[in-house]
């Protein structure tokens, strides 16, 4: 094990994979002689040259359709976007490309490949900067999604996406680029999509926290501790695949559950796996399942206000204590 930053453990991944399989390159603006927007490909063009560590221009549906062709004739590209909201313009090399060709070529073509890309506020960036957009890519079929909340996570899933034959939506949280962990040194460690990690055992509910949010429902689990109430804390790691089994187990246990997420709450992520653990688990429930999203609002510049447009501990708190019927708030 080594400690080592989130962006590090990222660095390691892609640096690793390509030093075993020539196949594996990266595309994508500033990557190269910048070394990334959020310094992620920090030395690759060094070790690998140009012809597999790639500036492009800025033109995110070309970059992606570049990925599909490239993986398409036998490569393993990586493709950076460089913020989330980036990558609406490449919606159709995604959605009506990169998603459907193994189905629409009845598998005799596969598109193995990742488009990597950060989202998240708290940055003063704006509206067109700055959402969490991972529900839209959840809802297409054809697609994996992940959305690691660690250093180690950030490290194994990756690591698991660019030897995967399926395309993968890899989203990064440019809060969590600076977090601090321990990382297995092993350049075979993976963690398997569709697996959830249980990030604290607890009795009384049930927190599911989606990219950043499972970092700060551990947080609103230590004040949820202070006040008697034992949280059991859940980070799904991947939507789509889910491990809806290790939740639904949760639930059985807590019989209350709160779903934090980041992104906007109409047809969230919070509101799929709500339906899911309503349909499934619905006789284990003791109260209503309580959502915690982001504000249904373009995310605003002003500093204030942004802080108030994604969710923090406390609204996690009073979700949890919503569940219990108390009337009690933070």
């Not at 950030?154 to 993968?168: C, E, F, M, S």
């Not at 980070?235 to 290790?246: A, E, G, K, V």
């Given at each position: 094990?080594?400690?080592?930053?989130?962006?590090?453990?990222l660095?390691?991944?892609?640096?690793?994979?390509?030093?075993?399989?020539?196949d594996v390159?990266?595309?994508?603006e500033?990557?190269g002689?910048?070394?990334?927007?959020?310094?992620?490909?920090?030395?690759l063009?060094?070790?690998f040259?140009?012809?597999?560590v790639?500036?492009?221009?800025?033109?995110?549906?070309?970059?992606?359709?570049?990925?599909?062709?490239?993986?398409?004739?036998?490569l393993r590209?990586?493709?950076e976007?460089?913020?989330?909201n980036?990558?609406?313009?490449?919606?159709d090399?995604?959605?009506?490309?990169?998603?459907?060709?193994?189905?629409?070529?009845?598998?005799?073509?596969?598109?193995?490949?990742v488009?990597?890309?950060?989202?998240?506020?708290?940055?003063?960036l704006a509206?067109?900067?700055?959402?969490?957009?991972?529900?839209f890519?959840m809802h297409?079929?054809?697609?994996l999604?992940?959305?690691p909340s660690?250093?180690a996570?950030?490290?194994?899933?990756l690591?698991?996406?660019?030897?995967?034959?399926?395309?993968?939506?890899?989203?990064?949280?440019?809060?969590?680029?600076?977090?601090?962990?321990?990382?297995?040194?092993?350049?075979?460690?993976l963690?398997?999509?569709?697996?959830?990690?249980?990030?604290?055992?607890?009795t009384?509910v049930?927190?599911?926290g989606?990219?950043?949010?499972?970092v700060?429902?551990?947080?609103?689990?230590?004040?949820?501790a202070?006040?008697?109430?034992?949280?059991e804390?859940?980070?799904p790691?991947?939507?789509?695949?889910l491990?809806l089994?290790?939740?639904?187990?949760?639930?059985?246990?807590?019989?209350?559950?709160?779903?934090?997420?980041?992104?906007?709450?109409?047809?969230?992520?919070g509101?799929?796996?709500?339906?899911?653990?309503q349909?499934?688990?619905?006789?284990?429930l003791?109260?209503?399942?309580?959502?915690?999203?982001?504000a249904?609002?373009p995310?605003?510049?002003?500093?204030?206000?942004?802080q108030?447009?994604f969710?923090?501990?406390?609204?996690?708190?009073?979700?949890?204590l919503?569940?219990?019927?108390t009337?009690?708030?933070v």
């Amino acid at each position: 094990m080594a400690e080592m930053r989130y962006r590090e453990a990222l660095n390691l991944a892609i640096r690793e994979e390509m030093r075993l399989n020539r196949d594996v390159m990266i595309m994508g603006e500033d990557i190269g002689v910048f070394n990334g927007a959020f310094k992620v490909t920090e030395g690759l063009l060094e070790e690998f040259g140009e012809s597999r560590v790639r500036d492009t221009p800025i033109s995110e549906n070309t970059i992606v359709g570049m990925g599909v062709g490239a993986a398409m004739v036998g490569l393993r590209p990586i493709v950076e976007i460089m913020t989330i909201n980036f990558s609406l313009l490449a919606m159709d090399q995604i959605v009506n490309h990169m998603a459907p060709i193994h189905y629409m070529f009845g598998a005799q073509a596969k598109v193995p490949m990742v488009v990597r890309m950060p989202q998240g506020a708290g940055h003063q960036l704006a509206a067109t900067h700055s959402h969490s957009l991972e529900a839209f890519f959840m809802h297409v079929p054809g697609l994996l999604v992940a959305t690691p909340s660690t250093p180690a996570d950030a490290k194994g899933l990756l690591k698991a996406a660019i030897r995967d034959d399926n395309p993968v939506i890899f989203i990064e949280h440019e809060t969590l680029y600076g977090m601090k962990g321990e990382v297995p040194e092993d350049p075979n460690f993976l963690v398997p999509f569709g697996k959830a990690e249980v990030r604290r055992e607890g009795t009384d509910v049930t927190i599911v926290g989606i990219s950043r949010m499972a970092v700060t429902a551990l947080e609103a689990a230590e004040i949820l501790a202070e006040r008697g109430i034992s949280a059991e804390v859940i980070d799904p790691r991947t939507l789509r695949p889910l491990d809806l089994d290790t939740i639904l187990r949760s639930v059985q246990k807590t019989n209350r559950v709160v779903l934090a997420e980041e992104g906007w709450p109409h047809g969230g992520v919070g509101a799929n796996i709500t339906a899911l653990i309503q349909e499934q688990a619905f006789d284990y429930l003791d109260a209503p399942i309580q959502r915690v999203a982001g504000a249904d609002v373009p995310m605003p510049y002003s500093k204030p206000l942004e802080q108030a447009a994604f969710p923090h501990a406390e609204n996690i708190v009073a979700g949890a204590l919503a569940t219990f019927n108390t009337g009690d708030r933070v």
